[in-house]
Structure formats: C-alpha cells, structure tokens
C-alpha cells in the first residue's frame, strides 16, 4: 500500500526526511495511502501484530476523526464512482497513525520486520543482507560467479540501489506512475501485471488496488469488478522432499532448498490489459517470500499461460509430473 522506507539500522525507526514523502491519491503510492488503508491492515492481521485494546480504540477513534475510513471505503468501491477526492492529509496533528502502529508494535516484537509482517525474533540470517535486520553479507550479487550464471553485466550491485536516487531523493520530479506513464504502458502493451504481498507494511495492498481504482486506462477509471478469483500456483515435486523431511526427520538433516509455495495462494483479476495479483504469504518482495507465484507470475507475463487461474504445471516441468494435485 504506501511508499516509505524505514532506515536500515536496527532501531526500525523512521528517517525524518522519509516521513515527509508523499504522493496525492492519484499516484502511486504516497505515505498517505500507506496511512489510510494501515487500519484494515492491523485489523486483519491483528493476532500478528498483539496490539493492546487500548492502544486500538484510540487508533481507531483518530483513524475515524482523520477521515481515513471513509476515504478507503470510497476508494474500494467496484465499479468507482468517480475521481478520488483528496486523500486525508496524514501531516495533521493526531493522524500519523501508520507510524504510531509500527512504533508501538515494535516494543511488543523487536524484531517486527515492515517488508514482512510475519517475522520474529531472532533476527534471520540472509544472504542478500535484506530486508532482514539479522543481515548477512550482501554481497551475493557482486560475486563474479553469479553475475556470470545469471548473464548480468560486471556490476557493483547493492540491495535496493542509493538512497540518494529514486523516490526518496527531494529532487526527483517524475511524475507519479498512476498519473500518466503506467496508463500509457497498459494501454502501449494491454499486459501489464501489479504484484501485490499481503504481509507487506510499507507497500499496503489495499492502498495499491485504491491507486489502481482512481486510475483511467483503456477508455474506463478502475476496475469494474473487485478482485477475487483464485491464484494458482503449480504443485513441483520439491513438495515432496519437504514432507519427507518434515515426517521422518533425518539427523543429519538434509537442506530442503526447493521451497516454492504451492496451490491457491492469492487472488488475480484482469481487465482492460492492467492484471492485479494478491499473493497471501508475500512481505515486500514476492520472488523472495514465495518464489512459486513470482515465476507463475512471470510465465503469465510472457504468454505461456492464459490465466493466473490457469491449473496445470509449470511450462518449465517435464516428465509425468502433475501440477494440479498436492504431492503424495
């Protein structure tokens, strides 16, 4: 949903300039979207966030008084009914609730992780070095071997690029994509698809589908109808494996490293050329997170299925291998 970093230092807290971003509602997708549509996030996952009542009633109450509910209750109306009015101004005393969200979750899970709701302590490990606060090396993709495997140039590559480039730099004057250059790349290649994580708390999910609902391409605004057919992501015989794992628990354990998700693991909608896909267990980045449904993904995008509905294998599978029931 929204569009914000947090620093990268283990205090999770927010870089004062970074808090200042924001886009209006016609764009995507500003720290006011990220605002708006953070009390139905809380809401839904709030096993996972263990926020006290207390603290609740009084987000809910200044979420309300900020206009905030009724501003995404408009949003997500299919089909819209019209331009988006300006989106409540979250700068306005008692309405940053978003960051008050994190903060407070922060002192119950120190180890709350925005880029993916899901994660508790001890920090994990990771070999790119982020988004996890356990860290790692990060320097997987500067190794020659994989720049080599993967036929990328010699780079000097770095997670997530500079800082100081992109959407966070003041002096970027681009123009919001949802305004003028994403509608123009639909309409240019009518194959556009949006991915969206559930678990993810910087980008909110509903904050995107509202960007996309207060968008004109092809002719119409939005989508005419909410998303909500199924995403299917092909079972591969790495399931397998894994249950043998899990139920006979060899010592010593061998590594599973073939991990990709499978079955109904989101939702996907498609019209006028733009296609929007939810994935349920995906934080900030869904190749990471669930790996199945960005390589469904992918295949959709280049033609080899005609649906992310579609039930059937990967088209990279061979052999007598089905992709339509669970591993036995």
Request: hydrophobic letters at 35%; glycine letters at 10%; a negative charge.
């Amino acid at each position: 949903m929204p569009n914000m970093k947090l620093t990268t230092d283990s205090s999770l807290r927010m870089a004062p300039e970074r808090r200042k971003h924001t886009y209006g509602s016609s764009g995507i997708l500003g720290r006011i979207l990220a605002t708006t549509s953070t009390n139905f996030c809380t809401h839904q996952y709030s096993n996972i966030f263990g926020l006290n009542e207390t603290f609740m009633t009084d987000i809910n109450a200044r979420a309300e008084k900020c206009g905030y509910f009724a501003f995404m209750e408009n949003a997500l109306t299919f089909p819209p009914l019209g331009p988006l009015p300006t989106a409540p101004n979250s700068s306005e005393p008692g309405c940053a609730v978003w960051e008050d969200i994190i903060d407070a979750t922060v002192y119950i899970n120190p180890c709350f992780n925005i880029y993916h709701l899901i994660d508790y302590c001890p920090y994990l490990w990771d070999q790119l070095g982020f988004p996890s606060l356990g860290w790692g090396p990060s320097d997987y993709f500067n190794r020659t071997d994989v720049q080599k495997a993967i036929n990328a140039p010699p780079t000097d590559y770095t997670v997530c690029g500079d800082d100081s480039l992109g959407l966070l730099n003041p002096g970027d004057s681009s123009v919001p994509s949802a305004l003028g250059p994403l509608p123009y790349v639909i309409e240019r290649t009518n194959n556009v698809l949006i991915g969206h994580g559930w678990l993810d708390y910087l980008l909110l999910a509903n904050g995107t589908l509202a960007t996309i609902q207060n968008m004109t391409w092809n002719g119409m605004q939005g989508f005419q109808k909410r998303p909500s057919d199924d995403l299917f992501v092909p079972y591969h015989p790495g399931l397998a494996e894994i249950l043998y794992e899990i139920n006979y628990q060899p010592i010593p354990a061998v590594p599973a490293t073939n991990v990709a998700g499978a079955g109904l693991l989101g939702t996907t909608h498609t019209e006028r050329g733009l296609t929007f896909s939810t994935v349920n267990h995906a934080g900030h980045e869904i190749p990471e997170y669930v790996p199945g449904a960005s390589f469904r993904h992918l295949e959709f995008l280049l033609g080899r299925i005609p649906s992310l509905t579609t039930r059937g294998d990967f088209t990279t599978q061979s052999g007598n291998y089905t992709g339509t029931t669970p591993p036995q």
